[in-house]
């Protein structure tokens, strides 16, 4: 069964500190994504990568790495998370083609104090 | 850029009455449209897609038809069910070759007894 599983699906991080979210996916998809989620501005594109060891910038990068070291592991990093950056982030991935609908982990929750 | 809008933040209504989710966009290219379902602390699931030809996608009861001539892609259901209370998102695939979705803001469906 297709699945993509976020880890860890919920964390609370001090501001400043290094914060690494994690996603892993077993459907052969290319495409991988990371999304913030925050009310009232809908679900918003950090990062995204289409091959293993390439990134690229989506909407809202600042602030936050990406790493792809295979297919099927896509990491969203927090060098110094902030205080604005407490949001909820859900990974997905997907087949290319622009029919194609990504499918999304269960999300991780972040608080930074 | 291309922009998705859902105008209703929140709509609430009774049991057995028709829904209806408004879903405009603005494209410069002919994109795929999609609606997404949300609950409460879940992912976000496929729930449509637009097809090529004329033809109006179905799930669950729902069904929402693509109009080019207005850039619309409503959501519409005949009867609602308490269990239909969620958020819901339309969003757009990016032509450009990222191929991300672009999400609207989304409208959270409440259904009382």
């Known amino acids: 069964e297709a699945a993509v599983t976020q880890s860890p699906r919920s964390k609370v991080a001090v501001t400043g500190g290094k914060v690494t979210l994690s996603c892993h996916q077993t459907n052969n998809h290319d495409y991988m994504y990371w999304y913030r989620q925050d009310t009232g501005h809908g679900l918003r594109l950090i990062h995204y990568?289409?091959?293993?060891?390439?990134?690229e910038k989506g909407d809202i990068p600042d602030g936050y790495k990406a790493s792809r070291p295979s297919q099927e592991n896509f990491s969203l990093i927090l060098e110094l998370a902030s205080l604005s950056q407490t949001a909820v982030y859900f990974c997905?991935?997907?087949?290319?083609?622009?029919?194609?609908?990504?499918?999304f982990g269960e999300g991780t929750r972040l608080s930074v104090l | 850029g291309d922009s998705v809008t859902q105008t209703e933040g929140l709509v609430t209504l009774t049991e057995g009455l028709p829904v209806m989710l408004n879903c405009t966009y603005q494209s410069t290219y002919s994109p795929f449209l999609f609606w997404y379902v949300q609950h409460l602390n879940e992912a976000p699931k496929l729930l449509l897609k637009s097809f090529t030809d004329n033809k109006r996608p179905e799930h669950q009861g729902f069904h929402a038809t693509l109009h080019k001539s207005s850039s619309s892609f409503h959501l519409q259901k005949s009867s609602a069910q308490l269990s239909d209370s969620a958020l819901y998102y339309c969003?757009?695939?990016?032509?450009?070759?990222?191929?991300?979705?672009?999400f609207g803001s989304g409208t959270q469906l409440t259904v009382m007894p």
């Open positions: 997905a991935s997907s087949e290319r083609g622009n029919n194609q609908a990504p499918l």
């Open positions: 990568s289409y091959v293993a060891d390439s990134t």
């Open positions: 969003a757009l695939s990016d032509p450009s070759g990222s191929w991300q979705l672009i």
